[in-house]
């Protein structure tokens, strides 16, 4: 089980960016996936989670209206599209498995990790 994080960056306030989670050695079938942060000196919060195939999503309420995630089963590949960004979403991103179908929010949760990919807010 390999989960791969990418498209973080450095980006202005008030931007946008998405990032991808890709899948590789499983498929995502039957899993929720969430996103998780952990910006510097702080623990990792959650910050979206979407259930299997994709009908619940749930989000962390600072991010709520301007994050949004969503999933391609096809291509076995789970997106977070940040719009609006501010200076406290820089955090590195991880993204999560959870061996369940249905949604939840805390880390315990989710049995697989990716690496993370670094975010960066700032003008």
């Known amino acids: 089980v ?4 990418s498209g973080g960056g450095l980006v202005q306030p008030g931007g946008s960016l998405r990032l991808s ?15 998780f942060r952990q910006a510097p000196g702080k623990e990792r919060e959650f910050v979206a989670v979407i259930s299997w195939p994709g009908s619940r999503t749930y989000y962390e309420n600072s991010v709520k209206g301007r994050f949004t995630i969503s999933r391609d089963n096809a291509k076995n590949t789970v997106y977070l ?8 979403d820089t955090a590195v991103y991880f993204c999560a498995a959870r061996n ?11 049995g697989s990790w990716g690496q993370g990919t670094q975010l960066t807010v700032s003008s």
């Not at 590789?24 to 996103?35: H, V």
């Not at 949604?103 to 949760?109: I, L, R, S, V």
Request: proline share 8%; hydrophobic share 35%.
């Open 21 to 35: 989670c890709a899948a590789s050695g499983f498929t995502l079938d039957y899993y929720a996936m969430g996103w």
């Open 100 to 110: 369940s179908p249905y949604a939840a929010t805390t880390e315990p949760d989710f």
């Open 2 to 5: 390999q989960l791969q994080a």
């Open 81 to 88: 599209h940040m719009s609006n960004l501010k200076p406290e």
